[in-house]
């Protein structure tokens, strides 16, 4: 069972308007969360990193928030734009005998239409 | 600047040949990994290396070879390709023990075994 679990898979929205990415985890002991951009054809960028102590991170119009409670992220999105169009893969972070083991989400798939 | 850079971008196998897809960083990043990237599912972590000479095995290595002689230099091989092995690879490099810092991905190798 995927450690990550990302909703929607993917979503259409109109250029202008905001949407807003989930993530749910079940990885523990917990470091930190990453949500990355991959374009099409292109390799994962990253756009925010959060540690336990942060329940929230800005990127421009991204911005993402951390509950470490109930082990739950999302990724908003503000007046979206074309270049939005992207898969957003949320990535978290385990300590787990002194290794650093990372759990991927699937990836929400996001289109942008004019 | 270039990053992570990966070649070919593109490669067609036949069952049983073998090749080797090479990555590169000019960043001195210490840590390196070989992920695969298949549809509807989470990169998967191939092999990784945290410095030159010492290298260990990830989620999903049987099939893969890795070396590393230098920091920039982390190639994979495929020993005997496999219509199983069909993916897209990304390499990804970040400094050691600077967990809460992003891996870098190159922008990957689509690779076909027929």
């Known amino acids: 069972k995927n450690q990550v679990e990302q909703s929607p898979q993917s979503l259409i929205i109109l250029e202008g308007k905001n949407c807003t990415l989930q993530?749910?985890?079940?990885?523990?002991?917990?470091?930190?969360l990453r949500w990355y951009k991959q374009d099409t054809g292109r390799g994962p960028v990253s756009l925010t990193i959060m540690t336990f102590s942060e329940n929230t991170k800005s990127n421009g119009r991204y911005t993402a928030t951390l509950d470490a409670d109930t082990k739950q992220s999302s990724l908003h999105i503000t007046a979206s734009q074309l270049s939005d169009s992207a898969s957003y893969i949320c990535?978290?972070?385990?300590?787990?005998?002194?290794?650093?083991?990372?759990?991927f989400g699937k990836g929400n798939q996001v289109v942008v239409i004019p | 600047n270039a990053g992570v850079t990966q070649t070919p971008k593109f490669q067609v196998l036949k069952t049983g040949q073998s090749m080797t897809l090479q990555c590169a960083q000019d960043?001195?990043?210490?840590?390196m990994s070989w992920y695969r990237q298949d549809p509807g599912m989470g990169l998967r972590l191939i092999h990784y290396?945290?410095?030159?000479?010492?290298?260990d095995q990830g989620e999903v290595p049987n099939g893969y070879n890795v070396s590393r002689s230098t920091t920039e230099d982390f190639p994979l091989r495929l020993l005997s390709a496999a219509p199983s092995q069909t993916s897209v690879y990304f390499c990804?490099?970040?400094?050691?023990?600077?967990?809460?810092?992003?891996?870098?991905f190159g922008d990957g190798t689509r690779l076909s075994i027929l």
């Open positions: 290396s945290v410095g030159a000479g010492i290298t």
């Open positions: 993530c749910n985890y079940t990885v523990s002991p917990f470091s930190n």
């Open positions: 960043m001195n990043h210490e840590y």
């Open positions: 990535v978290v972070s385990a300590i787990s005998y002194g290794n650093n083991r990372l759990a």
């Open positions: 990804a490099s970040r400094p050691t023990g600077a967990l809460n810092q992003p891996q870098h």
